[in-house]
């Protein structure tokens, strides 16, 4: 892209016509006209306007980007939603008793192991998150606690990473066993590919050994931590910010399950596992400071948003609220704070002596109503007091318009069907809604689209962020929702990137993602789009809507570099044309596909990819495929006005 903006810059200058007629070849007739206005600067664009919205739903951590390849890696998870607790995900290796042991665990907050007893060769193996994903030549980091059972003659354990009806993968063994708890590591690279793979341990010996905190990471994990695969698609988002935990996550269905930081940070085999409310056992291997992390590496602000004392079902009482604001000064603290604070301490103590620099700080999520009101404004003000430089995100919920100040954005969130977000919603913030910015912290077409998306509903997202766009003197910040999703566990859909063991694939909606990230500009320009209208309808569990929708769409910016940006969006499942009152050299991207439905898949993953090629802009109305995002690059060298 970079070589062909320059071969195109290099050429003659282009004239763009900024006047009030429209010029095409003679005898040419077009179904909509796009005027761009190129002498009205309408304001700045938001330098934060495109980011990302983390979650921890649908194994979007554990067996996703936290890249532990390990599953109930301390023997801590329950039996569903209890606490009842299981070997699940393991299995025992020939004819070994593998029982859960609580003798001499390893500490309070990580009381159970398990015991595996036999003959030499029997043992126990983790199949992970639907089998390991390991790659031939990427050395594999194994940790592990054990210890000898009480009289056992143990005293080494074979490891090994193997395939079904393959032969080993890569094999190694651990000596030197006691009867007293010891930390071993190992490196085990395999000779093979395999998205299916297992790790397995076998007795050296006849007797019986105790295990615990079993962790495998791959070697290119970035920072240790993260799925290198995982994080590129991320960074090709290139997102401005990152908002995390979540989400339905923060809250929980009852305060015991509410998301609270300070259980999320330390040793890893200290935190608390817990129950997620999109039904699997949490880690919080990656917590709040790997968050604070993961934005460092994609180079985005830190969005955190913080339990308010509220969830689905329960409400803390206000003279209870007093741990609650201070959770929200310390986690500031311990983001930006000196090392010589007492938060600011721990996270040097934790590996990171440089503040996060910590932006922004939503209170709640989804919650509204008189008790968020009252909630929000405890722990805003205590915050607006002592850090009057972090931005603070109020919730737009239950009617919850506008709080009292300090504010400074609203979170407005949107699931609707494809028509919807063509229609009405793309004028959604034509119009002021108040004395705040706008931050729409989560949308997505979720109505009439498949489980892995599709090209009609990311073209129904593409035409309401061109009104996001148009509109950024209001709105600020934008991120779409849920961010990831492991393909064998969709308990919400549809989802941007589909981690698997063997790889990813993304959505219609990540590429629509992408290409306005690629292409923000730096001003916002006047665009004039004449176009005829058509009407659908939809029936969802609102009932039926009825939906006004503008055929032809478009926004338009200038970049630093004066290069002229303007986004086209067809709406329509059959090809259209537009006159555009630009003329000379351009870079045309375009992002289609064969059908409304069309969408990536585990075993299709790239059906759906924008085409960018060189284009002349003489007057001649474009070429508009049915559903597609169309965006036109002009490297400009002069400007001129006819």
């Known amino acids: 892209m970079r070589k062909l903006l320059m071969r195109i810059a290099a050429c003659a200058a282009v004239a763009v016509t900024a006047g009030a007629t429209l010029s095409v ?95 030499k060769g029997d043992g126990i193996a983790n199949e992970g998150y639907f089998g390991m994903g390991v790659h031939k030549g990427v050395p594999c980091k194994l940790s592990l606690a054990l210890r000898a059972a009480p009289g056992s003659s143990v005293r080494s354990l074979d490891v090994s990473l193997e395939a079904y009806s393959k032969p080993l993968l890569a094999t190694g063994r651990i000596e030197g066993l006691t009867e007293e708890w010891r930390t071993f590591e190992l490196t085990l690279t395999p000779n093979g590919s395999d998205a299916q793979a297992r790790l397995a341990f076998r007795l050296g010996e006849d007797g019986a050994i105790v295990m615990d905190c079993v962790s ?9 931590k993260f799925r290198r695969d995982l994080v590129e698609r991320l960074a090709a988002l290139r997102p401005s910010f990152l908002r ?47 968050f604070l992390e993961l934005c460092e590496v994609l180079g985005a602000k830190a969005l955190f948003c913080i339990n308010c004392g509220m969830s689905h079902k329960e409400t803390v009482p206000m003279d209870k609220m007093d741990e609650f604001v201070q959770d929200a000064l310390d986690a500031i603290e311990y983001a930006n704070g000196p090392v010589n604070s007492t938060w600011g301490a721990k996270r040097a103590e934790n590996g990171h002596p440089e503040p996060f620099n910590l932006g922004y700080l939503e209170i709640g999520n989804e919650n509204g109503g008189k008790e968020y009101e009252s909630r929000y404004a405890l722990i805003a003000n205590a915050v607006r007091a002592k850090y009057p430089e972090v931005k603070l995100v109020f919730d737009n919920w239950k009617a919850t318009k506008r709080v009292e100040d300090p504010k400074d954005l609203r979170d407005d969130h949107f699931y609707f069907s494809p028509d919807h977000f063509m229609g009405a919603l793309t004028h959604e913030y034509d119009t002021p809604k108040g004395d705040f910015g706008i931050f729409v912290g989560e949308y997505a077409v979720t109505e009439g689209t498949g489980r892995y998306g599709s090209l009609r509903g990311a073209i129904g997202e593409a035409a309401f962020m061109l009104g996001l766009e148009r509109n950024q003197n209001q709105v600020r910040l934008a991120a779409y929702a849920p961010l990831f999703a492991n393909a ?95 003329r000379g050299r351009a870079v045309r991207t375009v992002f289609t596909g064969p059908s409304s439905d069309a969408h990536n898949s585990p075993f299709a993953p790239d059906v759906l990819k924008e085409t960018v090629a060189e284009a002349v802009l003489d007057g001649t109305p474009l070429s508009l495929p049915p559903l597609s995002l169309t965006i036109l690059r002009m490297p400009i060298a002069s400007h001129s006005t006819r």
Not at 31 to 44: C, G, L, Q, S, W
Not at 531 to 556: D, L, Y
Request: net charge neutral; charged share 25%.
């Open 244 to 290: 995390f935990p979540g989400g339905c996550w923060v809250e929980g269905e009852r305060m015991k399950d509410a998301y609270r930081w300070k259980t999320t940070i330390g040793d890893k085999w200290e935190r608390r596992t817990q129950w997620n409310i999109w039904k699997y056992w949490a880690t919080n291997g990656v917590g709040y400071h790997e």
């Open 488 to 582: 064998q566990h969709t308990t919400w859909t549809p989802n941007l990137i589909y981690p698997t063991t063997s790889g990813n694939f993304a959505s219609p909606s990540w590429t629509v993602q992408k290409l306005f990230s690629e292409n923000r500009g730096a001003e916002v320009l006047g665009v004039e789009v004449n176009t005829a209208k058509f009407r659908t309808a939809t029936v969802s569990r609102r009932g039926r809507t009825e939906h006004e929708i503008e055929t032809v769409q478009a926004s338009a910016v200038r970049d630093a570099d004066g290069a002229v940006i303007v986004k086209i969006v067809n709406c329509a499942e059959e090809p259209k044309t537009a006159a555009l009152n630009l």
């Open 216 to 224: 495998l990471f791959p070697s290119d994990a970035v920072a240790g």
């Open 25 to 119: 070849v003679a005898g040419t007739t077009a179904d909509a006209t796009i005027r761009v206005d190129t002498t009205k600067v309408r304001f700045p664009v938001a330098p934060d306007l495109w980011g990302i919205f983390f979650e921890d739903i649908d194994l979007s951590l554990d067996g996703g980007v936290y890249a532990e390849m390990v599953r109930n890696r301390s023997f801590e998870d329950g039996n569903g939603g209890k606490r009842e607790l299981t070997l699940e995900y393991w299995n025992p290796v020939g004819q070994a008793e593998c029982v859960l042991d609580k003798s001499r665990p390893l500490s309070d907050k990580n009381p159970h192991a398990v015991r595996v007893a036999g003959r």
